[in-house]
């Protein structure tokens, strides 16, 4: 009988293609995951995975494992969260992901869309800006608030719900940090971090250059604001972010200096195209009718 956290492991190990990471993101041991996934091995009777010192990949038998069992164990999991939905009185969820930390100030938006629509359930998920897009496209989530623009030709982009100034996030004791505001020119001079991506949406906040055409040199890479904190509370680097972080990473070892040559960042809802939905259309109808433009 195959065991059912046996099954999780071979799927996450699939989407992982590393040990050591797949038993992290569900906190096993690597000991376990090998384990798990010589047994599967012996019991198909060859090979699911290749090993080398470097690389995890699916085998061809592997890979069509993966195809035929993924569908069914994701459906088994929709059909227990639909069940406990409507143990709750629930008929309908939607997903929403979030790269800003503001949630907070969308309150007025999620109450007027739950009082409207009684019988669905909001879930909210945080969405790192190091592969923004990547949850959307999976379908784990039905829509997403995201900095703009975003200019992919397989996502919708819904209302502007929300704008707010551009500031330089630097360490307490950084020479800029004492300064009434900043110019982008001053970028020149530091190393700033990077690590969102695509090229075009990460130059919004993380232009390559300055106004007079100076290099600005890019440093560490960063997927979340947590990843950030360190680097910047040290000096090794600075970024521009969003004003909401300093309300909600306020810290005494990183100061937020206004940007005066910022355009103001702007944000808003973007989902999968084709897969546009009644719940989706209302969220950004409602969205749109409230005008959250800071």
């Not at 071979?10 to 992982?16: H, I, R, S, T």
């Not at 379908?139 to 209302?159: A, K, N, S, Y």
């Not at 704008?163 to 001079?189: F, K, M, W």
Request: with cysteine; charged share 25%; aromatic share 8%.
């Amino acid at each position: 009988m195959v065991e059912l956290r046996d099954i999780e492991i071979f799927l996450v190990l699939a989407e992982e293609l590393h040990f050591t990471r797949t038993a992290e993101r569900l906190h096993v041991t690597p000991a376990r995951v090998s384990q798990a996934i010589k047994k599967q091995e012996r019991r198909v009777g060859a090979a699911l995975f290749e090993r080398n010192s470097r690389n995890v990949t699916l085998t061809p038998i592997g890979q069509q494992l993966f195809d035929d069992i993924e569908p069914m164990y994701r459906g088994m999991h929709e059909g227990m969260d639909r069940a406990r939905l409507a143990a709750r009185g629930k008929t309908g969820v939607l997903r929403i992901g979030s790269i800003a930390v503001n949630l907070h100030d969308f309150r007025p938006l999620f109450d007027t869309f739950a009082h409207d629509h009684p019988t669905c359930e909001v879930q909210l998920r945080h969405v790192d800006f190091g592969d923004p897009f990547a949850q959307l496209r999976a379908g784990e989530i039905d829509m997403q608030i995201v900095w703009l623009p975003v200019r992919e030709p397989d996502l919708t982009v819904g209302p502007v719900i929300y704008t707010e100034p551009i500031v330089l996030a630097v360490g307490a004791t950084h020479p800029l940090a004492n300064r009434d505001s900043v110019s982008y020119e001053d970028l020149a001079d530091e190393t700033v971090m990077g690590g969102a991506r695509p090229d075009y949406w990460r130059e919004i906040l993380v232009p390559l250059r300055t106004p007079s055409g100076r290099l600005i040199r890019i440093g560490p890479s960063v997927s979340n604001f947590q990843e950030m904190i360190p680097i910047l509370a040290t000096g090794e680097a600075v970024s521009p972010v969003h004003a909401q972080a300093a309300r909600y990473y306020a810290r005494p070892d990183i100061a937020y200096v206004p940007i005066r040559d910022a355009p103001p960042g702007r944000w808003g809802l973007i989902w999968r195209t084709g897969h546009e939905t009644e719940l989706i259309r209302s969220f950004a109808d409602t969205a749109q009718h409230l005008g959250f433009v800071e």
